[in-house]
């Protein structure tokens, strides 16, 4: 028998999505707000 | 259940909490959406699975053994037990597969005391 399928991607490293995992909703045209750096503004620590 | 479980400093063994999920967990031979699942694709998701872990795992240093619960019930579900010739190349891989990811989830490492699977059955 021909197993001769492409190497699958390992499960490893992969990390969750950002969006919530229990909703299984499809959320394709929503595009994720980018937060915008502030300028001039640096934190200390 | 009368056993210790205690989690050795040490160990050549060491255990993946709840990292293998059944397609079908959540009702048996079905999936989550309600469809009926064709045995040798669960059995195909087990492979693959394992596979991924014995390469990774391989990176470490000579498996003894590896063991996948693939039960459905609630006890030891989808814990990992994988057993290294030498106990540095399990603190290695330990060290190594701490804060890491599968298949989005995170992965729960630690020293497990088990070192004879056939003594390890837990009733």
Redesign the interface.
């Known amino acids: 028998p021909s197993h001769s399928k492409s190497k699958?991607t390992?499960?490893?490293?992969?990390?969750?999505?950002s969006a919530n995992?229990l909703s299984?909703a499809p959320m394709q045209d929503q595009l994720p707000g980018v937060p915008q750096p502030l300028p001039g503004i640096s934190q200390s620590m | 259940c009368s056993r210790l479980h205690t989690k050795p400093s040490i160990s050549p063994t060491l255990l993946l909490s709840n990292m293998y999920q059944r397609p079908d967990m959540i009702t048996p031979g079905v999936d989550p959406q309600g469809q009926p699942l064709d045995p040798r694709k669960i059995q195909q998701h087990f492979e693959d699975f394992y596979e991924d872990l014995f390469e990774e795992l391989s990176k470490y240093g000579e498996i003894e053994s590896l063991n996948i619960c693939d039960n459905l019930a609630d006890h030891m579900v989808g814990n990992v037990y994988v057993q290294f010739r030498e106990e540095e190349h399990a603190s290695e891989a330990l060290r190594n597969l701490s804060g890491r990811f599968y298949a989005g989830r995170p992965i729960i490492v630690d020293f497990s005391p088990v070192t004879d699977f056939r003594e390890a059955t837990c009733r």
Request: glycine content about 10%.
């Open positions: 699958r390992s499960g490893f490293d992969m990390a969750p999505p995992l299984s």
